[in-house]
């Protein structure tokens, strides 16, 4: 492993950090392969770690963790802003000095008996011109593995951090051991969880959770929340989308970003396989877009993360047969089952549970009960780089360029299949308005119906009638913007069935949206955005065009009226502009 010299600003941060939290050693990472292979060795000594079969699944593992730290939790996430009203009411406020207070008494002494790591990281292709720095400094080896994975770490990398400002990111699972006392396998300290953004200075500190969102802080906490204020402040967008190509039967590519909420098939889209003969679609990310203006007014996106932590249950060859190509090796896993030749499962690999599961709780499974044996947050970190389908300029430092962007939500009624928007105040309006059912990715209750403005609401860190306005003035900036189209997989009809087939069959509404921006299919207009005419859309022959497409005066009035009322919540801040949006498409439903 490289003695690694660190910037001053770097060391610096370091002392400090040593100082507060009184670790027994520093260990400043590298990226280099031996230092992987020790990080794991350790991890599996302490028992978080258990190695997968190797001839199932070469250099993997799976890690169960505390069952009280099982998914991001919004409740106790924090945006520290001077001014409680730039965090806005869609965000937890809290003083910046009393919160920092708080966290110093927590930090103090925390990492005793722990070896502090400090993970120098690149979010983008080290030498694009849109990637960025961050640091995080954590007493969790689970956590440096998987930013492995999830970031760009290498020597040269981390020689440079602290040459420009950087992000910082303090994380402690909270649990400081004391001499001769044992680890247990999954640390954490959730009675005093924080998770606390500075976003004015561009820190970050995060206490007592080990896991996915709440401790890898190159994601969410750095890449959305901290990364939303300073694309507000810089003329750019930092948003939950995956980024893919997507290529036609005559070899025509084009490139698009969607936003879902959490848990809502980012990742199957990401990779799908198409369905449609001569149609392709290429992964460039699953999770996260920053997206840029370039000289000549074209809108480029780069995906800022280096591998996918995905949520398990559900995926299947059915579902996702790149995904599973994805996990075949090198890879974590968390809270799946384990099968008793020592590989993974979760609900929906395969139709029937094999024999002798033991479930994420490290129980043997039973199929009569109804405790899954995975658990519904479970998670893979995978190396994007070991996806099929990935596309040729994944890591591209100047990014691609994006010709549409779609938004989606869980939704089982009202809302169709595809609609695209008629101008770009409609299409923010679109974003605005995105609704969806909750998933078990946050704590909570699952399948409440709750608005969810482009799929931003946990990871906005400022206040969202500003991140509605940042979007309107974006529009201003170009003369080629993308089209813009929102998307409903979740459809239900009489039977309670799902009317739309989704997965694979998705390409036929991505290859409508790429022959309109091509100017090759007719839609109709109506108040909502154009809608596909039953001919430019290839249906599968099951279908049922008025299913997928319900035109329900009644219900768009109850959702127009909702939303007026949340519009509301956003006091002076929301524009005029979705005002008047939501006024004329009222005013065209001929609604009351
Ligand atoms: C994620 C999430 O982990 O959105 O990507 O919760
Ligand atoms: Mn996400």
Redesign the pocket.
């Known amino acids: 492993m490289a003695q690694i010299t660190v910037t001053e600003a770097l060391r610096t941060w370091i002392q400090e950090v040593q100082s507060l939290t009184e670790p027994d050693s520093v260990h400043i990472v590298d990226g280099s392969k031996e230092e992987e292979e020790l990080l794991l060795q350790r991890l599996v000594e302490n028992k978080t770690f258990m190695p997968l079969n190797p001839q199932k699944r070469p250099h993997s593992f799976l890690a169960c963790s505390n069952p009280d730290d099982v998914a991001r939790v919004e409740g106790k996430t924090f945006i520290c802003c001077a001014n409680e009203a730039d965090a806005g009411p869609t965000n937890h406020w809290h003083d910046p000095a009393t919160m920092k207070t708080k966290l110093e008494h927590l930090f103090k002494g925390c990492m005793r008996g722990r070896i502090m790591y400090v993970v120098p990281y690149c979010m983008g292709p080290a030498d694009s011109p849109y990637a960025q720095i961050g640091v995080e400094i954590t007493d969790s080896p689970y956590v440096v593995i998987n930013l492995k994975i999830m970031a760009r770490i290498n020597e040269s990398i981390s020689k440079r951090a602290g040459e420009k400002p950087f992000v910082k990111a303090l994380h402690s699972v909270g649990v400081p051991l004391s001499e001769k006392q044992d680890d247990c396998s999954w640390p954490c300290n959730t009675k005093e969880l924080v998770i606390a953004h500075f976003p004015e200075i561009e820190e970050i500190w995060s206490f007592g959770s080990g896991y996915g969102?709440n401790a890898l802080l190159s994601?969410?906490c750095f890449a959305?929340r901290i990364a939303s204020w300073m694309a507000r402040d810089n003329g750019w967008f930092a948003e939950?989308m995956l980024i893919i190509s997507v290529t036609n039967p005559k070899g025509e590519k084009l490139y698009m970003t969607a936003a879902f909420?959490?848990?809502c098939g980012?990742t199957n889209l990401a990779m799908l396989e198409s369905q449609l003969p001569g149609w392709k679609v290429e992964c460039v990310g699953d999770?996260?877009a920053w997206m840029f203006w370039d000289e000549h007014g074209t809108l480029r996106a780069i995906n800022p993360e280096f591998g996918c932590?995905g949520v398990a249950p559900g995926t299947s060859s059915k579902t996702n047969k790149h995904g599973i190509e994805l996990l075949q090796k090198n890879c974590i896993f968390t809270n799946v089952a384990r099968t008793k030749e020592n590989d993974v499962w979760w609900e929906g690999l395969t139709d029937q549970p094999p024999h002798g599961l033991t479930t994420w709780k490290q129980q043997p499974y039973d199929p009569k009960s109804a405790e899954p044996a995975a658990h519904p947050n479970a998670r893979f970190t995978a190396p994007l780089y070991q996806c099929p389908s990935l596309d040729s300029a994944w890591n591209d430092p100047q990014g691609v360029p994006i010709s549409a962007i779609i938004f989606g939500g869980r939704r089982s009624s009202t809302i169709p299949l595809i609609r695209q928007a008629k101008s770009w105040r409609q299409a923010v309006f679109f974003g605005a308005s995105m609704t969806s059912a909750t998933t078990a990715?946050a704590k909570g209750a699952v399948g409440k119906v709750r608005h969810d403005p482009f799929?931003m609401l946990p990871?906005c860190g400022y206040h969202m009638g500003d991140y509605f306005q940042h979007w309107l003035s974006m529009g201003t900036q170009s003369q080629q913007l993308p089209s813009v189209f929102y998307v409903n997989w979740f459809l239900k009809n009489q039977e309670d069935r799902f009317s739309w087939p989704g997965f694979g069959e998705n390409i036929r509404v991505l290859a409508w949206i790429f022959d309109r921006i091509k100017g090759r299919a007719k839609a109709t207009s109506t108040p909502v955005g154009y809608i596909p005419d039953p001919s430019s859309l290839r249906l599968p022959s099951h279908t049922n065009y008025d299913e997928l497409f319900p035109c329900d005066t009644q219900a768009w009035n109850d959702e127009l009226n909702d939303l007026e009322s949340y519009f509301s919540t956003f006091g002076e801040r929301l524009p005029h502009e979705l005002t008047e949006e939501l006024a004329m498409i009222r005013t065209g439903l001929s609604c009351p």
């Open positions: 969102g994601k969410k959305l939950h909420p959490s848990a980012k999770d996260i932590f990715a799929a990871f």
